[in-house]
Each structure stands twice: as structure tokens, then as C-alpha cells.
């Protein structure tokens, strides 16, 4: 069902803790936050993108680890239902939070910059 969706949000660990350390700081308001990026995207665009960094940083790995059965979509089509947008502007408000990563580009980047080569402690 995710992958029918035209929207999703996500948000980097660094932000879920930053807004979990802001929301224990601050004196009970038992409100709700929703934590999610600013940029909600579609799933396919997000894997695009993750995909793009992947090659740039090791050029060839795609081809090397993908097998022919394998060259499926990851997106596949349906109901739109249940799809929603989420705003995360009570935190920013309310907690005063600012997002280290606030796109999906700007987290992707972060955690691709911190991985190490797949093959590096690989035992044969």
C-alpha cells in the first residue's frame, strides 16, 4: 500500500532526536508533534534521488549488485488513499526546532557522506 502513495514524509534521526529532546525540555503541553521533514515527496522521486547519490559515490555498484530477475519498480500503481500530507510546523513553533535535514536531499546526502564502501569489510 506505501508504494501506491504519491506522497510520503520522512524525517533524518538527527531531527526526531533534536524534537524529542526539545519536547522533554519544554513543560508538559501533552500536545502531538509530527515529525517530518519540510518536503514531503513522492516514494519514487526519493529513490531517484538515493540512487543517483549511490552511483556518484560508488560508479558501478548498482549494476554489480543487481541481478536481471531482479529489475523490478519499487513504485508500484494504485489507490491514493489515506495519502496525506503532514505539517511540521508546531515543532518549529511551539519547540523551536530547526531542521538540520530539511529535505529528503539534505538527509540523504548526510547519511551517504557518513557510509563507507559496501565492499570494504566485506569477507570472501
Not at 489515506?82 to 510546523?89: L, P, T
Not at 536531499?105 to 569489510?121: A, C, N, T, W, Y
Request: with cysteine; proline share 6%.
Amino acid at each position: 500500500m506505501r508504494g501506491s502513495r504519491k506522497y510520503t514524509s520522512r524525517v533524518h534521526v538527527e531531527d526526531i532526536c533534536q524534537a524529542l529532546k526539545a519536547s522533554i525540555d519544554m513543560p508538559s503541553s501533552r500536545r502531538i508533534y509530527n515529525v517530518v521533514d519540510d518536503e514531503p515527496a513522492p516514494r519514487e522521486e526519493v529513490f531517484a534521488y538515493a540512487l543517483d547519490l549511490i552511483e556518484k559515490k560508488w560508479p558501478g555498484l548498482v549494476k554489480k549488485c543487481t541481478s536481471p530477475q531482479k529489475d523490478e519498480s519499487f513504485v508500484r500503481s494504485g489507490s491514493s488513499r489515506g495519502e496525506k500530507r503532514v505539517s511540521n510546523s508546531r515543532i518549529k513553533r511551539e519547540l523551536g526546532v530547526q531542521l538540520f535535514h530539511p529535505s529528503y536531499k539534505s538527509g540523504l546526502q548526510s547519511v551517504i557522506d557518513q557510509m563507507e564502501s559496501p565492499f570494504q569489510h566485506a569477507a570472501y
